[in-house]
């Protein structure tokens, strides 16, 4: 028996798990590639992650199967939002088989997906007939120019747009957007992002750009900060504050006094939110992340095919989660930062 199992013992007792700073275990985002289409400078730049770069090869990438028991696991230590991620999770060969296996878990209450949309037409009907619940696209921009500039890709933004139709019509409405906000590339864009969604029935969420991974030359003066981007839309439509739908949402929500609906803010940066954070994050090759800016993580694949049984991953993931002290947006200036840190492609976001 490997050392990572002799590590642990015991198993989950039926308490609720939570880490060093009293935060419970309830979120689960799951990377099934580090394949993406697209080359977001925030994410992928085409400067690192060109025509060279290896991939992971297939036999290092978790089995579906393997997935759907993780995932099995972790709901039954509290998990309760399990949310599939990439790279580009549409990339995945026959991705609407895991869906399925994940519906079928009994205690996941939540199963919903990230992607940029690019393939999302032909997709839509079967994500919503495996069981997929809730979606989540990425959209930088409506502008065809600063979108291409954005994504770094030769793909329309007309295309993401269609595929966020084709999921209404599939049935997976309401839509989040997720548009990330970089100073001098897209900031000017806010506006017209706000007034194409508004009386949609999507929710718009605008994120701070953030320091994920080493390969995306942050700098805090690309960051447009939260405050700054909510007067630009209430310059324009005025806002109300509304309250989080969970203990741990990370976005500040607000919505148009008019009745326009809802828009999100997540301010990593410059509004932390490192105390409420119920997040974890398994890569496509199966290590395990308790923060989206970690320096290392915790081989859940060796333990999976080297027949360790659900008990015994279930006590190591405890013993991780239970040991988590991270708060990396808190102590952003502070030390111990520098280290190298997982990138956003891996860890799906």
């Known amino acids: 028996m490997s050392t990572i199992l002799q590590s642990v013992g015991g198993t989950h007792d039926g308490v609720t798990i939570t880490d060093a700073l009293h935060r419970p275990l309830r979120d689960l985002r799951i990377s099934v590639t580090d394949r993406c289409n697209f080359r977001c400078p925030y994410c ?41 991620t990439g ?56 502008d065809e120019a600063v979108f291409r500039a954005m994504s770094d890709v030769n793909i329309a933004a007309a295309r993401v747009l269609d595929g966020i139709d084709a999921a209404v019509a599939a049935g997976l409405h309401p839509i989040k957007v997720n548009m990330v906000v970089k100073r001098g590339m897209n900031d ?20 701070e750009y953030m320091d994920v991974g080493d390969s995306n030359g942050w700098r805090m003066q690309d960051v447009v900060p939260a405050r700054e981007i909510i007067d630009v839309v209430e310059n324009e439509w005025p806002l109300e504050p509304i309250e989080r739908n969970y203990p741990g949402e990370v976005a500040t929500r607000y919505r148009y006094r008019d009745g326009g609906g809802e828009i999100g803010m997540i301010a990593s940066v410059t509004q ?11 890569t496509a090759d199966g290590t395990f992340y308790t923060c989206l800016f970690a320096t290392r993580g915790h081989d859940l694949r060796q333990l999976l095919r080297q027949g360790a049984n659900d008990g015994e991953i279930s006590a190591f993931i405890s013993s991780v989660w239970r040991g988590r002290s991270d708060r990396y947006s808190e102590i952003r200036r502070g030390a111990g930062i520098g280290l190298p840190k997982v990138e956003m492609s891996r860890v799906g976001g």
């Open 44 to 84: 992928m730049p085409k400067e690192v992650f060109g025509r060279d770069w290896a991939f992971l090869p297939r036999a290092e990438l978790l089995s579906f199967e393997e997935i759907v028991r993780l995932a099995r696991v972790f709901v039954t230590l509290g998990i309760e939002k399990i949310r599939i």
């Open 87 to 142: 790279g580009e999770p549409l990339l995945r060969r026959d991705l609407p088989k895991l869906i399925a296996g994940i519906a079928r878990i009994e205690g996941a209450r939540d199963l919903t997906l990230t992607t940029n949309g690019a393939l999302l037409s032909r997709m839509a009907d079967d994500l919503k007939q495996a069981g997929l619940q809730r979606l989540t696209v990425s959209l930088d921009a409506i």
């Open 188 to 207: 000017h864009c806010i506006g017209a992002m706000a007034g194409h969604f508004r009386h949609t029935g999507h929710i718009l969420r605008f994120i």
């Open 272 to 282: 932390p939110f490192c105390r409420g954070c119920t997040r974890s994050r398994i």
